[in-house]
């Protein structure tokens, strides 16, 4: 079964820092692109970020460049967002995404983000 | 990197057909053949419904149909079942290893 499993989120100041981690299993992790996608409560969907198969290609929603980095280990089946200088507007339930012909083809059930003093 | 623009609402009645469009530019919608489209229930995570503009996954139901002419692709639902009721979303690659995803249309099955 292909299965996403996020961690790492929690309640952080603003100004902190936080590193989301997400847990592939079922496939072959280094056959797929990977992406990051937020929701904050009650809104709508953001893509975040993504990479492709090795990494060596990477993209940045304007609104997270500078600040957050993405990356991937195939070795270990795992994808990372480390988020740095978080902002109150970056609260979300973040989705660890894999990709396929430009479309998210499995999600995983996500990982919420606080950013509140 | 402005939101794809979708109707905030939508509704039909059982049986019924209803159209979500979702309007982009010429750098994303209009310039690559890279248009998803995901389905929402409250409390969960999006379920992809189509993807490439027209395509189908397996376990989709064929009422449900993509299409797309210059820079508005839209979803067409036809047949509509109460299950039908949730939350849809465009999404387009934007070029520069980007995506884009549109505000959300929240469909009603009155």
């Known amino acids: 079964e292909v299965q996403l499993v996020e961690s790492g989120g929690g309640l952080v100041q603003p100004g902190r820092s936080l590193r989301l981690s997400c847990a592939a299993s079922?496939?072959?992790?280094?056959?797929?692109?990977m992406h990051w996608v937020r929701q904050p409560p009650g809104k709508g969907l953001e893509w975040v970020s993504g990479l492709n198969w090795n990494g060596d290609t990477i993209g940045y929603a304007d609104s997270v460049k500078g600040r957050f980095t993405i990356s991937r280990d195939n070795a270990k089946n795992s994808l990372y967002l480390q988020m740095n200088s978080l902002r109150a507007e970056d609260t979300a339930l973040y989705y660890c995404?894999?990709?396929?012909?430009?479309?998210?083809?499995?999600w995983g059930q996500g990982t919420l983000v606080t950013v509140s003093s | 990197q402005s939101a794809l623009t979708q109707p905030p609402s939508a509704s039909a009645s059982p049986g019924q057909s209803v159209t979500i469009s979702c309007t982009g530019t010429s750098s994303d919608v209009g310039g690559y053949n890279y248009v998803s489209w995901y389905q929402q229930h409250p409390g969960k995570a999006p379920r992809l419904m189509i993807y490439e503009v027209t395509k189908r996954p397996s376990g989709v139901p064929d009422r449900f149909s993509g299409s797309k002419s210059g820079n508005t692709a839209s979803l067409t639902v036809s047949g509509l079942q109460a299950e039908d009721e949730a939350d849809y979303y465009c999404t387009s690659y934007a070029g520069s290893n980007n995506l884009i995803f549109g505000g959300g249309t929240k469909l009603t099955v009155l």
């Open positions: 079922g496939f072959t992790f280094g056959d797929y692109a």
């Open positions: 995404a894999r990709i396929s012909a430009w479309a998210v083809d499995c």
